[in-house]
């Protein structure tokens, strides 16, 4: 289909001049624009968009082959317009963006009743939709094969596009066009690329009739996209005897992670593809190095036969002469540290490469040497990479007692979030990174404060929209009904997305035979893992021991799992500074004798099964507070009590817990038995 706007020129003005009569005259073209399209068989739909005194602008939809001035004269003679009254006629073909917009000046004004019927009539019901965004452009016309060679030589690209070229240009011109024998792939990162090489491809193929429309539409994809099939097949529809470029943009496109994200996206695409590869030129765009998604393009592709379009690598002196051009293109001048790429004779370099090169050059070169005064200012890349994580989530997990571990892996998944965005400002094609995580620590070890803080620190450093933690068990993900397990797992995640999802005793959900609910649910939750993995994050919790056989009770799971984060036990030293932090948060003042009095309790404790770390120091502590308030209401004279008195814990108010001696099991090295 082929969109044309057309400007008529006429000898008289054609609107009445009384308001009456032009009103009358404006809705007339309503029943003028369907009587035509009957006429024609439904293959050519023109309007009135507005008339300005002699010049009258009109848009078509065409079906099939181009509108002449016959058409137009044609149109005229049943909206009763002396054709003999036309100057001149001048018909361009256009975008769907420029038709719509036609559309709606015309609905404004009233030649049309309304834009949706107009595009329901024409079958591009859905492209007015907001769901679907693409861009649309016009080839050049008339330009030959030499310009086009010579441009795959400025490009470098042209050891796969000049024989692709030669074969555009093979043969005659044929006046019917039976279909398209092969269809294209183009692989690289540097969209500006992309855009040259689909333009050029497309301006040769309609130079030979092989499309017989100028204009061609660019769509993007990734994993997350959802692709409304019956809007995609109108823009195919809208695009008949024309080029669709697809570019695929995937968001793990170096092959990390999984595929089932993916396969439904792809499915849609090829579906497409293939359902019109008779009269749509499909154009795929891929970035480099994601093989395994171009398998699957592949895969799904059947009988169609795919030419590869890709840049060349080169070399030296040729990387050289490239970067020259470029700067002769930007009239500056080059010097060595340009060129300092190049030096190795053997590394061979794309055209997105060095284009980036270039320009990071030209950027420093503005900086230092046109515009000096702003040569001591970093760039935006230099100061990320130095950026400390901000928030005051992020201030209370570093004033956390301990933890040196926890923080450490913490602060390595920060990283490596800012690299992938530095990665992605040099070239690389870079990822949003799973970071489901696995927390690991005895009870107390301060894992679901962590896990809070942690979905905090996400939100303020822009890695997650909401920043909420979402704490589920065995009770809130297993049901005791079949079939009912998997839409509870479902819904679990669609709660947290945006937040995190911590999974305490995650081990809990290990039946002890295959099949059964927990199996279920960690089967659900490895597919949702993959799916949640751009707006959410998962956190498993546990004692280690029993951590450990959870992970290996499910590969799948395992693989999916970024970070492991330890929780050591608290040594009594820590466990003092806990309790320090505790009073000092509640305007409490410890004793000095305090101190001498809490290490031995604390080292004691260690060596308890049920020592409740943090915990433990926290119930002292409370036990404690409790204790000074009796000791306080019984003293001999309340009324003296100070200030000083209410707010301080003294070494009495410190109390061991008695502990029976079958719990002591943390023994380290070699203890005798007790005689009996």
């Not at 057309?6 to 005259?25: C, H, M, Q, T």
């Not at 079949?482 to 945006?498: E, I, L, N, S």
Request: aromatic letters at 8%; charged letters at 30%; glycine letters at 6%.
């Amino acid at each position: 289909m082929r969109f044309i706007k057309i400007e008529v020129e006429s000898l008289n003005k054609l609107l009445p001049a009384d308001r009456e009569e032009r009103g009358d005259y404006v809705r007339s073209f309503h029943g003028v624009s369907d009587a035509f399209y009957r006429n024609g068989g439904k293959e050519l739909f023109i309007f009135v968009s507005e008339i300005k005194n002699r010049r009258v602008v009109l848009g078509a939809f065409c079906k099939n082959g181009m509108v002449d001035s016959s058409n137009v004269r044609a149109f005229f003679e049943i909206a009763e317009i002396d054709k003999d009254e036309v100057l001149e006629i001048k018909i361009q073909e256009t975008t769907f963006n420029t038709i719509s917009h036609l559309l709606r000046t015309a609905e404004r004004i009233d030649y049309i009743q309304e834009c949706s019927e107009i595009l329901e009539q024409v079958g591009l019901e859905g492209l007015g939709s907001s769901r679907l965004s693409f861009d649309e452009s016009i080839c050049r016309a008339g330009v030959t094969k030499d310009t086009l060679i010579k441009e795959t030589q400025k490009l470098l690209c042209e050891e796969q596009f000049v024989p692709e070229l030669e074969r555009i240009y093979a043969g005659n011109v044929r006046e019917v066009r039976l279909g398209h024998p092969v269809h294209y792939l183009i692989q690289t990162d540097d969209a500006k690329v992309r855009a040259k090489m689909v333009e050029m491809l497309v301006t040769a193929l309609h130079a030979n009739r092989r499309v017989e429309n100028s204009r061609y539409t660019e769509i993007s994809f990734n994993a997350s996209s959802s692709v409304y099939e019956s809007i995609y097949n109108n823009l195919y529809e809208a695009n008949s005897d024309g080029a669709v470029a697809v570019a695929y943009n995937s968001a793990d496109a170096t092959d990390g992670g999984y595929i089932d994200a993916r396969l439904e996206v792809i499915t849609s695409i090829c579906d497409t593809m293939r359902e019109h590869k008779r009269d749509v030129l499909t154009i795929l765009c891929l970035p480099r190095a994601c093989e395994k998604v171009k398998s699957l393009f592949m895969e799904r592709l059947g009988v169609v036969t795919i030419v590869e379009l890709n840049e060349d690598t080169v070399f030296g002196e040729k990387a050289k002469a490239y970067l020259r051009g470029l700067a002769k293109a930007n009239k500056v001048k080059p010097d060595r540290s340009l060129y300092k790429c190049a030096a190795d004779p053997e590394k061979g370099h794309l055209t997105a490469d060095l284009n980036r090169v270039f320009d990071e050059w030209l950027d420093k070169n503005m900086r230092t040497q046109v515009y000096s005064q702003y040569a001591g200012l970093e760039t935006v890349s230099k100061k990320l990479a130095t950026k400390k994580a901000r928030g005051s989530a992020f201030s209370e997990l570093e004033a956390m007692i301990g933890l040196a571990e926890s923080k450490a892996v913490i602060n390595q998944a920060l990283d490596f979030y800012k690299a992938q965005k530095l990665f992605r400002d040099k070239g690389f094609a870079s990822e949003r990174p799973a970071m489901h995580m696995v927390f690991t620590g005895n009870p107390g070890t301060a894992k679901t404060s962590v896990a809070r803080l942690f979905a905090r620190i996400m939100k303020e450093n822009g890695l997650l929209s909401k920043g909420n933690l979402y704490e589920v068990g065995r009770a809130d993900l297993v049901d005791r009904y079949v079939g009912g397990t998997a839409p509870r797992v479902r819904q679990k995640f669609k709660d947290a997305k945006g937040s995190v999802l911590f999974i305490d005793e995650a081990y809990s959900l290990v039946d002890g035979d295959v099949g059964l609910y927990g199996d279920e649910a960690i089967n659900t939750i490895v597919q949702e893992m993959e799916n949640a993995r751009e707006d959410m994050v998962v956190i498993f919790a546990g004692y280690p021991d029993k951590m450990k056989g959870f992970l290996q009770s499910n590969p799948g799971l395992r693989s999916r799992i970024a970070f492991h984060v330890p929780f050591s036990d608290y040594d009594s030293d820590e466990l003092f500074q806990i309790t320090q932090l505790m009073a000092t948060n509640q305007g409490v003042t410890l004793g000095s004798d305090v101190r001498d009095k809490l290490l031995p309790i604390y080292k004691s404790a260690m060596t308890q099964s049920d020592f409740g770390n943090g915990r433990f120091a926290r119930n002292l502590f409370e036990k404690a507070k409790l204790k000074q308030a009796s000791r306080l209401v019984h003293t001999d004279d309340v009324d003296a009590l100070t200030r000083g008195d209410i707010t301080t814990l003294i070494a009495d108010d410190f109390e061991a817990p008695s502990v029976g001696a079958e719990s002591t099991v943390r023994k380290i090295g070699f203890t005798p038995q007790s005689e009996n």
